[in-house]
């Protein structure tokens, strides 16, 4: 079974208005990281942001949340205010355990369009 | 500007060759792991370094090996290229401690192709 699972190959916006990018994880690890990545046409992979297995409150930074359903498996990534520059590949990723070892396992990712 | 710094950013080769990836992590961190991204297998977990030391091991093949140095900069080294090898690969470092998260910061990439 994939251990991460983003079910939207591409996702079309308007400008401004608000996007939901899914994912869905799984684990039986009871500490675990979820991560969202953006890929611009560029290439470079760029840290959007990160919600801990632990963590109680929905993590947000700027214009990006994670609505993270813990029973559900999900790790929604949502884009309020959506700008042209945010059109790109989205990924979410998961680090599974303890210790030092935190590779990431990544989704096939979502390719967001924003139009005008 | 993610910190992370590979070189270099193209590089074109021929099949049986031998090519060497590098990567200078952020300043201060001990961890750094390899991907390689690819249009068939998507973004795939390489290697993992830590403070000079192999920590884990993914879908690394065998002609491919690794090594991070005393002051923390790390080399990728491909051997026997095919064509299957054409790639882009990152290298990702992390800070440690509990509070670091564990956020992996990506390089740009290297982007290989092997005529």
């Known amino acids: 079974a994939q251990k991460i699972t983003q079910t939207q190959p591409g996702m079309f916006v308007q400008e401004k208005e608000a996007v939901t990018l899914d994912c869905t994880y799984d684990?039986?690890?009871?500490?675990?990281?979820l991560f969202w990545y953006k890929q611009p046409s560029s290439g470079e992979m760029i840290f959007l942001i990160y919600?801990?297995?632990?963590?109680?409150q929905n993590a947000t930074e700027g214009r990006y949340s994670l609505n993270f359903q813990k029973a559900r498996k999900s790790a929604n990534l949502v884009i309020s205010a959506s700008q042209l520059g945010d059109s790109a590949m989205y990924f979410c990723?998961?680090?599974?355990?303890?210790?030092?070892?935190?590779?990431?396992?990544f989704g096939k990712g979502t390719l967001l369009t924003v139009n005008p | 500007d993610s910190g992370v710094t590979q070189t270099p950013k193209h590089l074109i080769t021929a099949t049986g060759q031998r090519v060497t990836l590098r990567c200078s992590p952020r300043?201060?961190?001990?961890?750094v792991y390899w991907y390689q991204q690819s249009l068939d297998q998507g973004l795939q977990f390489l290697i993992q370094?830590?403070?000079?030391?192999?920590?884990a091991k993914g879908n690394i093949l065998e002609r491919f090996s690794a090594q991070q140095f005393p002051d923390l900069h790390s080399e990728l080294n491909l051997s026997s290229l095919e064509l299957g090898d054409s790639a882009l690969y990152f290298c990702?470092?992390?800070?440690?401690?509990?509070?670091?998260?564990?956020?992996?910061?990506f390089g740009a990439g290297t982007r290989l192709s092997v005529l």
């Open positions: 684990t039986s690890d009871p500490s675990y990281g």
């Open positions: 990702a470092s992390s800070p440690t401690g509990a509070r670091s998260k564990n956020i992996q910061y």
């Open positions: 370094y830590y403070n000079g030391e192999e920590r």
């Open positions: 919600q801990g297995s632990y963590d109680q």
């Open positions: 300043s201060g961190d001990l961890s």
């Open positions: 990723a998961m680090s599974e355990g303890g210790g030092s070892n935190y590779k990431l396992t």
